[in-house]
């Protein structure tokens, strides 16, 4: 199974995805969770301890390891530098564990290059590559809303792009404007869910306005979700509710992929 989960800041994607990654790994699975999104914190919403969390560095930020790999040093745009630089030894060498699930930070992709051809784009791209289609592990990408981290010659191995909104006409809109991306890396599978739902009408709300998704299920609000979070726990560690609506939304998507 290889899920990349998008969705606007602040809906609640990197929840969803630090549940789901808990709970494939409490079935036995071996799992990998990826956090492509400078603004995520998918250490926390997995549980990572503050000790395992000070082991975890962004590779992005690696400039020695970049420049080792691709033969280019740091911000030299416009030299020349290998485009297949060696990454399958860094999930092992470069990811932390906690509880059955290896965590792996990307980081940012430095503005200053143009966000396109640069050595770290080039190295991350051929990791998250490498991870998706040679890797046995289920894998779980945290996305940002602009897909920074995924490339065409990868993406025919995500099992589905799962778009997280919550019951609000901006969250929806990117919604649509992330399909959107998707459709140009010929993503198969988009799918919603939704969060942060109160009642049956923002559950309508969400699948009336976005009817052209697959809907896979929804996220109540839950103040035991901001509980965990000023905590630095997880919410899987704390609250049954949302492992439920979680495991839910999981057996939906396994039926549909």
Same mark, same amino acid.
């Given at each position: 199974m290889k899920i990349a989960i998008s969705g606007k800041g602040g809906v609640g994607k990197t929840t969803l995805a630090g549940v789901m990654a808990r709970i494939l790994a409490s079935r036995g699975r071996k799992v990998l969770a990826i956090d492509a999104d400078p603004d995520s914190n998918l250490a926390s919403a997995i549980g990572l301890p503050k000790e395992a969390l000070a082991k975890l560095s962004p590779i992005a930020s690696m400039t020695s390891m970049i420049e080792e790999?691709?033969?280019?040093?740091?911000?030299?745009?416009?030299?020349?530098? =290998?485009?297949?630089? =060696? $990454?399958?030894?860094?999930?092992?060498? /470069?990811? $932390?564990?906690?509880?059955? @699930?290896? #965590?792996?930070?990307?980081?940012? *992709?430095?503005q200053g290059g143009g966000g396109c051809f640069c050595p770290e784009n080039v190295l991350l791209k051929n990791l998250v590559r490498h991870l998706l289609v040679q890797r046995e592990e289920a894998l779980i990408i945290d996305m940002e809303a602009g897909l920074e981290h995924?490339?065409?010659?990868?993406?025919?191995? $995500?099992?589905?792009?799962? *778009? $997280? @909104?919550?019951?609000?006409?901006?969250? /929806?809109?990117?919604?649509?404007?992330? =399909?959107?991306?998707?459709?140009? #890396?010929?993503?198969?599978?988009? /799918? *919603? @869910?939704?969060?942060? @739902?109160?009642?049956?009408?923002? =559950?309508?709300? !969400?699948?009336?306005?976005?009817?052209?998704?697959? &809907?896979?299920?929804?996220?109540?609000?839950?103040?035991? &979700?901001?509980?965990?979070?000023?905590?630095?726990?997880?919410?899987?560690?704390?609250?049954?509710? !949302?492992?439920?609506?979680?495991?839910?939304?999981?057996?939906?998507?396994?039926?549909? *992929?």
């Open positions: 790999r691709t033969g280019a040093k740091k911000g030299s745009y416009g030299t020349m530098f =290998k485009l297949n630089p =060696k $990454v399958d030894d860094l999930p092992d060498d /470069m990811g $932390v564990s906690y509880q059955g @699930v290896k #965590l792996l930070l990307l980081g940012c *992709i430095p995924l490339g065409r010659g990868s993406t025919g191995y $995500v099992d589905a792009l799962i *778009i $997280v @909104v919550e019951p609000g006409q901006r969250a /929806m809109n990117t919604a649509r404007q992330i =399909k959107k991306l998707g459709e140009d #890396l010929k993503i198969k599978n988009t /799918m *919603i @869910v939704g969060n942060k @739902v109160n009642s049956d009408e923002d =559950k309508r709300l !969400i699948e009336e306005q976005l009817s052209d998704f697959p &809907v896979l299920g929804h996220m109540s609000f839950n103040p035991k &979700v901001l509980q965990a979070d000023r905590e630095g726990k997880s919410p899987y560690d704390i609250d049954e509710k !949302i492992k439920e609506e979680v495991e839910t939304i999981l057996k939906e998507l396994e039926k549909r *992929i």
